[in-house]
């Protein structure tokens, strides 16, 4: 049975930080790569960054660029996503993907995390 687990999110003023961790475990993810979604009441679900299991590449959302960092352990099946100079618009419910990338987002999504809440107060 497939389990894709979120943890790191919480409560943080504007302008501080959090890391955010997903791992994946179940089945072999060799040649799955992995990224965050996020999506706040009222307003769908949007891409945030993405990073694949070949080579690393890794692509953002123009939101985060210069902000958050995607990074990946494939030995660990795990994907973290550390976000810096937070602001209100962050917040929402952040969540993991598994599934495979293409054209600057995540184009098929096998696999979905439950979600951690992220919250930026002002």
């Known amino acids: 049975q497939v389990e894709v687990v979120e943890s790191g999110g919480g409560l943080v003023q504007a302008g501080g930080s959090l890391r955010l961790s997903c791992a994946a475990s179940?089945?072999?993810?060799?040649?799955?790569?992995m990224g965050w979604f996020r999506q706040a009441p009222g307003k769908e679900r949007e891409f945030v960054a993405s990073?694949?299991?070949?080579?690393?590449?890794?692509a953002y959302t123009d939101s985060v660029k210069g902000r958050f960092t995607i990074s990946r352990d494939n030995a660990k099946d795990t994907v973290y996503l550390q976000m810096n100079s937070l602001k209100p618009e962050d917040t929402a419910v952040y969540y993991c993907?598994?599934?495979?990338?293409?054209?600057?987002?995540?184009?098929?999504?096998?696999?979905w995390g439950k979600g951690t809440l992220v919250t930026v107060s002002s």
């Open positions: 993907a598994v599934g495979f990338v293409g054209g600057g987002t995540m184009r098929g999504i096998y696999y």
């Open positions: 179940g089945r072999d993810f060799t040649n799955y790569d």
């Open positions: 990073i694949t299991w070949s080579d690393g590449s890794r």
